[in-house]
């Protein structure tokens, strides 16, 4: 029998999270990305959802690599759960990659031994009888990427998330001359699918939001407490050059956002000017007006450090009545509950609330 192409996906299809899909031809496996998704309200006594890998624990010896398109925990998350089981190299972007890498050591320890390709925005790779063409894309996160995936039985373009953004707020924007050159000559299947997918129209750029944050961060009475994704780096970059504009230092409440913002700097993703960033230490003794605190948590997620000030269980940070949240990012659906519990407890404690923004 003639061998066949095989597109399996183990997660993401209907789901929102734990993306995860696989290209096998003859005995040859490539796996693209490998997230997590976060349980819903009526997953009762479950941290982390991750995608079933039956599949692949009886076909180990097929698995030649693991392409990861983009930074954000619903793709990456389930790696140290994968990396388990399967040894597979890794390939991806710089920046994705030492998110990784992070992720991993913290996870393993010593068991993390993979192996990690870096490729460039524009690079080609081959991977058992894949050839993979890297297409430079806009998301929330630099460092993005939509495949070309060459085949035995043609050419698979495998979008990866992405939002059509031409003035992201950190990272280029993206190429969609190498998209349309690379798709010149037709394509045996598009594999693309998008939170808001029914929705007609553009969403807006990063940087439409600007106007907004501008306003709130000259007005503010008193501090100002943002909630983003920690991977959202784009949306980061954005609130320390307007905390800086207006004399706030960035302070950042969160590990995780903590862990990426030293990593995106290092990198260079991110651009701090000189004094802008202090530790929470120094920002608790700063007057309030001066004060930026970037935090996680916008999901209403009970252990992130927001829903832990709402419900005044934080460390470093008790919400007053000069306090100014804006929890800058919509509710993944069915979180809608735990981001409005959240609210009603941060204006019980007297905080203005805004949001989404
Ligand atoms: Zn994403």
Same mark, same amino acid.
């Given at each position: ?49 991750? =995608? ?5 624990? !009886? ?27 399967? !040894? ?40 058992? =009888? ?12 630099? /460092? ?29 924007? =993206? ?9 010149? /000559? ?5 594999? %693309? /699918? ?19 944050? /501008? ?5 503010? #009475? ?30 950042? $409440? ?33 007057? #309030?007006? !001066? ?9 209403? !997620?009970?252990?992130? $450090?927001? $829903? ?19 929890? %800058? ?29």
């Amino acid at each position: 029998m003639a061998q066949q192409l095989r597109f399996i996906p183990l997660g993401g299809l209907g789901d929102i999270g734990r993306n995860m899909n696989i290209f096998e031809y003859g005995r040859n496996i490539l796996i693209v990305d490998a997230g997590v998704m976060f349980p819903e309200s009526d997953m009762l006594g479950i941290d982390l959802v991750i =995608p079933n890998f039956e599949y692949l624990r !009886q076909r180990k010896d097929w698995v030649r690599g693991i392409v990861i398109t983009h930074g954000h925990e619903d793709h990456t998350g389930a790696l140290p759960y994968l990396l388990k089981e399967i !040894q597979a190299p890794i390939y991806s972007t710089k920046l994705v990659l030492a998110l990784i890498d992070r992720k991993l050591k913290e996870r393993l320890g010593a068991r993390h031994k993979t192996e990690m390709h870096e490729v460039t925005p524009e690079g080609s790779f081959r991977i058992g =009888p894949f050839e993979v063409h890297a297409i430079p894309l806009s998301h929330s996160i630099p /460092d993005s990427m939509a495949l070309a995936i060459d085949t035995p039985a043609g050419r698979i373009i495998h979008s990866g998330d992405f939002k059509i953004d031409f003035t992201p707020g950190s990272g280029e924007g =993206p190429s969609l001359a190498r998209l349309a050159a690379l798709s010149a /000559d037709g394509v045996l299947a598009l594999l %693309s /699918d998008s939170t808001g997918a029914e929705k007609v129209g553009f969403t807006p750029s990063e940087k439409t939001i600007e106007p907004a944050f /501008d306003r709130i961060m000259r007005e503010a #009475p008193g501090r100002v407490i943002v909630a983003s994704f920690a991977s959202q780096l784009s949306r980061i970059q954005l609130i320390v050059d307007i905390s800086h504009r207006y004399g706030r230092k960035v302070a950042i $409440a969160g590990r995780s956002m903590e862990q990426n913002f030293e990593i995106a700097r290092r990198l260079g993703y991110i651009q701090v000017p000189k004094g802008a960033f202090v530790r929470m230490e120094t920002a608790k003794k700063l007057p #309030p007006k !001066q004060v930026t605190l970037l935090t996680t948590g916008s999901q209403g !997620q009970p252990e992130a $450090a927001l $829903a832990r000030m709402a419900a005044g269980r934080h460390r470093d940070i008790t919400v007053r009545d000069d306090d100014t949240v804006v929890i %800058s990012a919509h509710p993944i659906p069915g979180n809608e509950e735990e981001v409005g519990r959240m609210i009603n407890r941060l204006i019980e404690r007297g905080a203005e609330v805004i949001y989404p923004l």
